[in-house]
């Protein structure tokens, strides 16, 4: 055999360097292989923890100013027997607010407000609850107290009680559990009222009230719970807008890692590898910004139609999705501005970019959404957070659209302000910063190889 085909047959059976190999050797004593991916990881998964499992340990311990209101349109009544003007409403009112204010100090909001606002407030989710006090609830209250005495049937005064389960499943939990504890002993204080009323008033007459009389007045109150934007069943009682919010998020974020690997690898900036193929392909000679601007419109071509995607793919598996054309054009715009951030971050920090916006997008974006546990009911850290992150404003878009009629005021202008400012900060930090390394000479290469030691050479 000759040595031409010694080589070639030799090289066909080269093997990969064994761990017997003095830079494998080398490299596997190098604290810096095995501290590093430790401490970054140990790291990302301790704030992650943390950040994941804090808000929703205990969400009553951090409620803070969580949104009721309350509508008196009681116009008051004469007392029985032609005596003064009473306003039980107003009366009912105050009591209830210093009930609450005692019992739950600075954790609920109960804002008296009249009905035009508070029905505002409850479709703009700025309200996450309601009691409506009618017109007749005095009248009906000294009606139903004659009743107590005599034989006629006289209907309980009525008092009304809202909930808004498009905010939230958590938050809808929060007001039905707050109204729940707190409208029985709403009703028996009034009934203790309206009981020291009739005795004062029989005894004065000289009448006595029989057992079943009292009994009637104890908790007079007839409390009428319901929905002010009621669901559809296919809602998933109000998760479905943080869901649909998570996947635009995960489709800026995961998209941009995809297009950022694909592209480098096709550049000849990265290898490309499938099972046990390893290419690395010959380096296009293309600016940094180049290669940026490239990753942007591969970004929004893939918002353009993983939006759509989305929209078709709920409507297939019978999510309610009305406004589906604002909500097509919603995602366009987050998953763009999303993958312009992302992109621009993993041009300025490279490798360490990744992290970065797993950080920003992921870990603290969950937590801060509002879509879970509802942000009056978290620490204010993560209630001042929210603004800035994300995933809280793509909640807050979707739900207007989803549940609100894609009403403005209800979270979706802000969501569009917010983005749309990602979408320039990303267009401005992302250039700078690769026209800042080109003009360094900082370009996207391997380092030139090190020449050996003359001694070694002659070695």
Known sequence: MGDAERGESEHKHERPPGALDLGVQAALRSWKLWI????????????????????????????????????????GAPEPGGGAEQN????????????????YPGKFDPEVVDRNTALTRLDNAQAYGAMMIP????????????????????????????????????????????????MPQLNEQFGQQLTAALTAQTDAAGV???GAGLTAIANPIDVQVSAANPLPDNAGSGLTAFYYALLLILAGFTGTMIIQTI???RLGFGPIELGPVYELR?????????????????????????SALFVGICTWVGMYTPNKMALWMFGVLVITAVGVMATSIIAIFGSAGLIINLVFFVILGLPTSGGTVPLEAEAGFFRGLAVIEPLHQAFMGARSI???????AAGLGNALIMFSIFVVVGLVIGPIACIFYDRK??????????????HAADA
């Open 36 to 75: 590093l991916p430790l401490a970054v990881v140990i790291g990302v998964m301790g704030l992650l923890g943390g950040m994941y499992m804090a808000p929703v340990v205990n969400p009553q311990e951090h409620l803070t100013d969580y949104p009721i209101v309350i509508v008196n349109d009681d116009v």
């Open 88 to 103: 039980l409403g107003t009366q009912l009112v105050d009591g209830f607010r210093s009930s609450v204010e005692k019992q």
């Open 135 to 182: 017109s007749d609830f005095s009248a009906s209250s000294f009606a139903f107290l004659g009743s107590a005495i005599g034989n006629d049937k006289v209907a309980q005064p009525v008092i009304e009680v809202l909930t808004n389960p498009g905010v939230g499943a958590i938050a809808n939990e929060i007001t039905a559990t707050f109204f729940t504890q707190a």
């Open 208 to 210: 006595t009230i029989t």
């Open 263 to 265: 592209i480098d690898g």
């Open 282 to 306: 010959k380096r296009i000679p293309i600016s940094r910004l180049g290669t940026l601007v490239v990753k942007w419109w591969t970004v929004f071509l893939v918002a353009l139609i993983v």
């Open 402 to 408: 989803l549940f609100f009629d894609a009403n403005a």
């Open 441 to 454: 000479g900082l370009i996207r290469r391997p380092p030139e190889p090190v020449a050996a030691p003359a």
